[in-house]
């Protein structure tokens, strides 16, 4: 089931090159993962010890000031075989911004990554815009950039303070193969929370047969889902929330006292 989440405009799939990717069109028992925020000295290297740990890789969408100043960080992503995008300059939502300065501003970061070290062997692909943020404008400044912009499927919300098994849930209402998964890496440092969410993530993955991957690994050879993905930063902070909204009860409520 491939829900459709975020304040999409459309749900239809777009024609190819067109539309921001949100999974890939396939049965096969794979899923990409993705960080979004980092590299943060904290939670960074506790999160590839967690992904080696469990054989799986991932993208890390990272700020391109952050990579900067922990370039070493950078290289641990890569050279543990994972995937590094751009996910900005500054943490910064590119829709209060006027269309130049959004294009300035991807393009800023774009260079900015590709100057770390590391990076002069690896182009970087893959864009996703600051809160999941985007409009006409600043989708087509990353294509503009030369870049793909890429969303998600399921969220743990991993930013809130749930059990484990409700980030679980929360997850795999949302997900099936071929889907895009949403994680953070970045500040604030709170390592122990994110080992926990991310183990019992990717715990849930294996049991149902899956492997984690990296966006790259799971668009090869494979048709790529996109979706007109417009959100502006009230409906994602609604979106966000929305595990929260939901009643986990069920059974029907009392009747009302006259």
């Known amino acids: 089931m491939f829900r459709v989440t975020l304040g999409y405009v459309s749900p239809g799939s777009l024609s190819p090159g ?27 290297p506790v999160v590839l010890d967690v992904l080696a740990q469990h054989g799986a890789h991932a993208t890390f969408f990272l700020i391109s000031e952050l990579a900067r100043r922990n370039p070493s960080l950078v290289e641990q992503i890569s050279s543990a075989g994972h995937e590094v995008a751009l996910h900005g300059r500054r943490h910064v939502d590119l829709t209060s911004v006027a269309p130049w300065t959004a ?20 182009p970087i692909r893959f864009f996703r815009p600051p809160y999941g943020t985007q409009s006409p404008w600043t989708h087509a400044a990353a294509r503009w950039c030369g870049l793909e912009v890429v969303g998600w499927t399921a969220s743990p919300r991993d930013f809130l303070v749930l059990e484990p098994e409700r980030h679980v849930a929360i ?33 849930a993955v294996a049991e149902r047969g899956w492997r984690a991957t990296t966006v790259g690994d799971l668009l090869e050879g494979r048709t790529a ?7 502006r930063r009230a409906a994602a902070v609604v979106e966000e929330m929305r595990p929260l909204l939901v009643r986990e009860d069920l059974t029907p409520l009392p009747p009302r006292t006259p």
């Open 171 to 203: 997850t795999f209402d949302d997900l099936e193969p071929g889907g895009v998964v949403l994680m953070h890496d970045g500040p604030p440092a709170n390592p122990t929370r994110r080992v926990a969410v991310l183990h019992a993530i990717l715990g």
């Open 225 to 231: 889902r996109r979706r007109r993905w417009l959100l």
């Open 18 to 44: 067109r539309g921001t990717i949100c999974g890939a069109v396939t049965s096969d028992p794979v899923v990409a993962l993705t960080f979004d925020d980092g590299p943060d000295p904290a939670n960074t």
């Open 103 to 122: 294009f300035a501003t991807v393009r800023a970061g774009l260079r900015e990554l590709a100057r770390v070290p590391t990076m002069a062997a690896h």
